[in-house]
């Protein structure tokens, strides 16, 4: 299984980004989700959207981030707005497909005026 992740970039704070994280299988109703690490941080759950559709967030992008699949494309997505020199990260999207959680190679967010 593969991922790949794609869409990061350069932006300044209170503006958007959106991540796209596409699947090489057929990614049905896995949980799925993205994480983040920052320089000197631990790896941090951003978002996840679980078998039921229900989806979770981080105190920290709660009403901010939207996570959200399409099935048609095997992609994962996170709509992030409203960003914040804070969401500086690399983000990874991930996957469990029965015992087995997959990563993507991650893409750099940089928040910064």
């Known amino acids: 299984v593969q991922l790949q992740a794609s869409g990061g970039g350069l932006v300044q704070p209170g503006e958007s980004l959106r991540l796209s994280c596409a699947v090489s299988?057929?990614?049905?109703?896995?949980?799925m989700a993205w994480y983040r690490q920052a320089p000197g941080k631990q790896n941090e759950l951003v978002a996840a959207i679980l078998r039921t559709g229900n989806t979770n967030y981080a105190d920290s992008t709660r009403g901010r981030f939207t996570i959200s699949r399409d099935n048609a494309k095997n992609t994962v997505n996170l709509q992030m707005n409203s960003l914040k020199p804070e969401d500086t990260a690399i983000y990874y999207c991930?996957?469990?497909?029965?015992?087995?959680?997959?990563w993507g190679q991650g893409t750099l967010v940089t928040v910064s005026s």
């Open positions: 299988e057929n990614i049905g109703n896995n949980f």
């Open positions: 991930s996957i469990i497909i029965g015992n087995q959680k997959y």
